[in-house]
C-alpha cells in the first residue's frame, strides 16, 4: 500500500474516510497514528525516523501534522518512496501515509488547532497554511481554514477538543456548523506511560460525534523522540 502518488487527493480523502469510520480506542497508537511531530515543526523525530518506528511498530497507517508545513510529511514521503525500492518483498510492512498538518484558526474566540488531511499539497487555498506560521485576519477564521480544508478535497478534524478555554460541547458544536468533518476521540489528555485515550474526555467527545455524526480519529501528538508517547 504506502504511498499512492497516481491517486488523486479526491480517492485518497475517501479512504481515509473510510479509515476513519473503524478507528476505535483500540486503533491508536499501534495500528493508526494520525497526529505527530517532526523536527520540521516542534518535535525531536527526523521524518525519517517516524516512518522507521512506523514500520517497525507495524502501522497500517499515519500522517504527520507539523504546524503550518508539509516539510516533514514531503520527507517522510521520499524516505518511505527508497524504503520501498529497496524493500520490495516487505510490500506488505509498508505503512499508507497521508498527508497532514495541523493549523491554527480561531472559533468562538478561542484558538484551536485543526488537522488536515489528504488534501492537494499544490493547492492554492493551502498555500497560506504552509508557511510555517499561523495566519491572521479573515484566513485564521475556523470557516476558512475548513473551507480551504475542503477545496483541496481534504477532510478537517478539530483536535484534542477537551484542551481548550471553551468546553468541547461548545467547541464541537461550532465546528460541525462550519462543516468540520471528524473530531480527535481519542487523545491522551494526561500524557500516561503507557499511551492510552483519556477516558472521560473521550467518553464526551465520541457522544458530541455521535449526536452531530463526525469521523473519529486518533492520535499521539508525538513530540518527543517515540510514537508511542506525546512527550
Not at 487527493?9 to 479512504?15: A, I, Y
Not at 508545513?69 to 527508497?82: C, D, H, K
Not at 516487505?90 to 485543526?114: F, K, M, R, Y
Request: glycine share 6%; net charge negative; with cysteine.
Amino acid at each position: 500500500m504506502a504511498v499512492y502518488c497516481a491517486q488523486t487527493s479526491s480517492s485518497l480523502s475517501q479512504r481515509l474516510q473510510r479509515v476513519f469510520q473503524t478507528i476505535d480506542a483500540e486503533s491508536c497508537p499501534l495500528a493508526f497514528n494520525f497526529h505527530m511531530h517532526t523536527v520540521y515543526s516542534d518535535g525531536r523525530l527526523q521524518p525519517e525516523e517516524a516512518i522507521e518506528q512506523a514500520i517497525s511498530l507495524g502501522l497500517q497507517g499515519l500522517a504527520i501534522t507539523d504546524h503550518h508545513t508539509i516539510g516533514g510529511y514531503r520527507a517522510a514521503q521520499r524516505y518511505l518512496a527508497q524504503w520501498q525500492l529497496h524493500h520490495p518483498d516487505l510490500e506488505d510492512c509498508v505503512p499508507q501515509l497521508w498527508s497532514g498538518v495541523e493549523i491554527n484558526a480561531g472559533l468562538l474566540n478561542t484558538e484551536v488547532h485543526i488537522l488536515a488531511y489528504a488534501f492537494d499539497t499544490q493547492h492554492a487555498r493551502m498555500q497560506p497554511y504552509l508557511q510555517r506560521h499561523a495566519v491572521t485576519g479573515e484566513a485564521y477564521l475556523a470557516a476558512s481554514v475548513i473551507g480551504a480544508i475542503h477545496e483541496a478535497g481534504g477532510l478537517a478534524v478539530l483536535a484534542h477538543p477537551a484542551r481548550y478555554k471553551r468546553s468541547p460541547c461548545d467547541l464541537i458544536s461550532a465546528a460541525n456548523q462550519l462543516g468540520i468533518d471528524g473530531v480527535e476521540t481519542y487523545y491522551a489528555y494526561n500524557n500516561p506511560n503507557p499511551w492510552r485515550p483519556s477516558s472521560k474526555e473521550t467518553q464526551q467527545v465520541h457522544h458530541l460525534a455521535q449526536k452531530y455524526h463526525l469521523l473519529n480519529t486518533c492520535g499521539t501528538d508525538t513530540h518527543g523522540r517515540s510514537l508511542l508517547q506525546r512527550l
